[in-house]
Nanobody
Framework: LQLVESGGDLVQPGGSLRLSCAAP????????IAWFRQAPGKEREGVIC????????NFADSVKGRFTISRDNAKGTVYLQMTSLRPEDIGVYYC??????????????????WGQGTQVTVSS
């Protein structure tokens, strides 16, 4: 399973971005999909996850109320909508997939398939 992220960009504080995670060659219908991020000099952290039924699990308290995740199975794409962006949201954002209906925990080892990441920079 190859995952491809896109949508990362430079945005001003308070701005919004929508990241996309697509699997060009396979349906994501049977995968729970999570977003992780890695800030410079820090470990990768889980952000949010969506299960195959659209149920959402938040991993990071810092993004609650600002980030949301959705999926369009017809398009084979999962989205991370980010609003009210802050400088501390800077990092490389990765999508990751678990073959199964439910989201796993926020550990990297719990997701088998990973994308290459997309850079998000928040700066004025």
């Amino acid at each position: 399973l190859q995952l491809v992220e896109s949508g990362g960009d430079l945005v001003q504080p308070g701005g919004s971005l929508r990241l996309s995670c697509a699997a060009p060659a396979i349906s994501l219908d049977y995968f729970a999909i999570a977003w992780f991020r890695q800030a410079p000099g820090k470990e990768r952290e889980g952000v949010i996850c969506i299960d195959t039924s659209g149920g959402i699990t938040n991993f990071a308290d810092s993004v609650k109320g600002r980030f949301t995740i959705s999926r369009d199975n017809a398009k084979g794409t999962v989205y991370l909508q980010m609003t009210s962006l802050r400088p501390e949201d800077i990092g490389v954002y990765y999508c990751a997939a678990h073959l199964g209906t439910r989201c796993q925990g926020d550990g990297e080892y719990e997701y088998t398939y990973w994308g290459q990441g997309t850079q998000v920079t928040v700066s004025s």
